[in-house]
């Protein structure tokens, strides 16, 4: 249970991520391009974690061929193109060091 409690976390969490980057996206191109920096990075790590638990969970409930299946079928689900991690996070550490502090937006 505490596997799927964490993967609904995670979704709650991505979808605030980019909701509150689609806000900021509003008010300054600027303040947009961090605050996407920073989702993007935030959903890389979340996607694996979130696909780590999701293999737990089927493993928990299915064995042989049923296993097989449904692990195909999350691959299927939880492909994603990947983001640059690294050029990311390089880019909100000059952001952070530009300004002196962290910054959201």
């Known amino acids: 249970m505490g596997a799927i409690a964490n993967m609904t976390i995670e979704t709650y969490a991505m979808e605030s991520a980019v909701l509150?980057?689609?806000k900021l996206a509003m008010q300054s191109e600027e303040t947009s391009k961090h605050a996407l920096n920073m989702t993007r990075v935030y959903i890389?790590?979340?996607m694996d974690r979130i696909e780590s638990a999701a293999?737990?969970?089927i493993?928990?409930?299915a064995e042989g061929d049923m296993l097989?299946?449904?692990?195909?079928?999350?691959?299927?689900?939880?492909k994603?193109?990947?983001f640059n991690i690294v050029a990311l996070r390089?880019?909100?550490a000059q952001k952070v060091l530009e300004s002196g502090k962290y910054l959201v937006a």
């Open 20 to 22: 509150r980057a689609h």
């Open 44 to 46: 890389s790590g979340a």
């Open 55 to 57: 293999k737990m969970v």
């Open 59 to 61: 493993a928990a409930c």
């Open 68 to 78: 097989r299946s449904q692990l195909a079928i999350l691959r299927r689900l939880s």
């Open 80 to 82: 994603y193109e990947p």
């Open 90 to 92: 390089q880019a909100i």
